[in-house]
């Protein structure tokens, strides 16, 4: 990881200054610097000018009910309340936090919560309309609402950090010193920011290696057999490592890929997910596997990169501790978390892990497993073919090219921000700062879809530009290691080639910036056929020289006429204000 530090600007009502200390203290990723807006001046601190603070990264608003809705006053005290003032004082602080967050990288804003000595209406909280819980609900219901398009805001959830303490309120802290809590809470609290600050960052893993024996099931399955291996029935360790096998699947439906290391034999062990019916995971839930009596860490190292993954995106879980220290001691990248004796904490303790959190959800990641198995049954269908011309030929693969809007942004964003093989600059960008980006004169973005006969792999490229007077220079190229290899690249240096030559430019430029991962980036482009400058790390093309277009791959989108390129007309208009 790197040692930058992140500027955050707090903003609330109440005394936050045990929060900043924690921040301020906590020396792990992300590293953050916290700086307190005025005491109580929330929407004087939102609505400042741009300009004032110009070198924050990033924001968190943690407002009590009545600070940020004045309204509310009246309802805790219940107070006659018109609830159309109420909810429109909600959409007015909704309104001042997206004014707010046009200055900063990303927004989290903690949820209202009411102290539990607010006991309301009693047994009646819930059902009346006026009752305190039901209002609160769906006030913070509202704020979600209203923030839910705005890319780059985030409502976290605040109760989950009143649960780390028994009595979270401190009346006395309050009065003394207008804390409203114990500093646990804050503690819980700033460990929360950080991981959402991480999140945004792009520190996801993507991928979790499973041991077999006494980790997916109970008992030594080579020993015992399929039949006698615990999982299931009316035992409340085989239910335990039911629930365990289902907490795996959640995660594998949210896009994150399954494997498995396991020391056995591997006829024996897959006989357990063709024969268990209680088995909840079956073979298609996973990726990769290595089922064999090799190095756990030489397994996981192969694992990885079948999958076109860095050591850093990985998970080991095993119940072995000496496995798991092996892998730490070998694979220092790999987060192996320690791991429970007790069976029973299997699901709990993964459900809890945090570093799996994602800034957002698209379509493609929830079909990932789907489209590594596809992969799989591409590259077994390779041998069939005498070249590698045939197998491409045969992929009948097809590329649509489309312009930066509503319905693909968050995955652009989510590409540019986690994408590192193929990958021009690395650059990282966040919704808001690619939309005020993009607004500058001549410069344009595309994305790209792949499709072949296998799957659909969705939105996995992009190609920026920026123009000037008589060149065009490519900003992002970039492209998923799961089409990496099959003149997709290709495909977009045409793009990229014929629109340079619509808009009467002579040359295309593209310069690399070297990271520790984009290698397979440069070895491309130095095989690309663009002339090469050592001593710029650039490249070059005349724009009067059409770029070959592989003849295996058919464009969709593209104006193949070269007297115009109506993507980069069609492309204007296409993101919302709400978006910028």
């Not at 608003?61 to 004045?70: T, Y």
């Not at 957002?360 to 590698?388: F, P």
């Amino acid at each position: 990881m790197n040692s930058d530090v992140f500027n955050l600007r707090l903003v609330s009502d109440f005394n936050i200054e045990t929060l900043c200390r924690y921040l301020d203290n906590d020396a792990s990723w992300p590293r953050v610097a916290a700086a307190m807006a005025p005491f109580g001046q929330i929407f004087p601190s939102l609505l400042e000018s741009a300009e004032r603070e110009s070198e924050q990264d990033f924001c968190f608003i943690w407002s009590s009910l009545e600070g940020a809705v004045p309204s509310s006053r009246k309802m805790l005290d219940f107070d006659l309340v018109d609830r159309d003032a109420l909810f429109a004082e909600v959409s007015y602080f909704a309104e001042c936090v997206k004014k707010c967050h046009t200055r900063f990288k990303a927004t989290f804003v903690a949820s209202w919560t009411l102290p539990s000595f607010y006991r309301g209406l009693g047994i009646l909280d819930f059902q009346n309309t006026t009752g305190l819980r039901r209002l609160t609900l769906e006030m913070n219901l509202a704020l979600v609402k209203a923030l839910e398009n705005s890319p780059g805001i985030y409502v976290l959830d605040s109760s989950r950090w009143l649960e780390v303490a028994g009595n979270p309120w401190s009346p006395k802290l309050w009065y003394l010193s207008k804390t409203p809590y114990r500093s646990e809470v804050f503690g819980k609290a700033a460990q929360e920011l950080k991981v959402a600050i991480g999140t945004v960052l792009g520190s996801p893993r993507k991928l979790v290696v499973v041991d077999l024996d006494d980790t997916l099931w109970g008992g030594i399955i080579g020993e015992v057999g399929w039949e006698n291996i615990v999982l299931g029935g009316h035992d409340h360790k085989g239910e335990a490592f039911v629930d365990f096998q289902r907490a795996l699947k959640s995660l594998r439906n949210r896009g994150i890929l399954l494997a498995i290391a396991s020391k056995n034999q591997e006829e024996a062990a897959l006989q357990a997910f063709q024969k268990r019916p209680e088995m909840i995971l079956h073979l298609e839930d996973f990726a990769a596997w290595r089922i064999n009596w090799h190095d756990k860490a030489a397994n996981i190292a192969a694992l990885a990169s079948e999958l076109n993954l860095g050591l850093q995106s990985v998970v080991f879980i095993d119940d072995n501790p000496a496995e798991r220290a092996r892998v730490r001691e070998a694979l220092p990248e790999v987060l192996v978390p320690e791991w429970p004796e007790d069976r029973t904490s299997y699901a709990s303790t993964l459900l809890q892990l945090n570093c799996f959190d994602l800034p957002q959800i698209t379509d493609e990641d929830r079909v990932r497993t789907q489209l590594y198995i596809s992969a799989r049954e591409r590259e077994k269908g390779k041998a069939e073919y005498q070249s590698v011309e045939e197998w491409l030929h045969s992929l009948e693969t097809t590329v649509t090219v489309e312009g930066l809007n509503e319905s693909n942004l968050p995955r652009v964003v989510q590409l540019l921000n986690k994408t590192n093989q193929m990958n021009l600059s690395t650059r990282r960008m966040t919704g808001h700062e690619l939309a005020e980006w993009l607004k500058q004169e001549g410069r344009k973005l595309w994305a790209f879809r792949v499709r072949d006969k296998f799957s659909d792999s969705g939105l996995t490229g992009i190609l920026s530009l920026q123009a000037s007077a008589d060149s065009c220079r490519i900003i992002d190229f970039l492209l998923s290691c799961r089409v990496m290899g099959r003149d997709v690249e290709r495909v977009m240096l045409g793009v990229a080639v014929q629109c340079c030559r619509s808009l009467g430019c002579a040359e295309l430029t593209a310069k690399y910036l070297e990271t520790a991962k984009n290698k397979p980036c440069r070895d491309f482009w130095m095989k690309s056929g663009f002339a090469y400058s050592e001593a710029e790390s650039s490249f070059s093309w005349a724009a009067a020289q059409p770029y070959p277009a592989p003849s295996h791959i058919e464009v969709i989108g593209l104006n193949r006429d070269e007297s115009e390129c109506e993507l980069l007309r069609a492309q204007e208009g296409n993101v919302s204000p709400a978006l910028l």
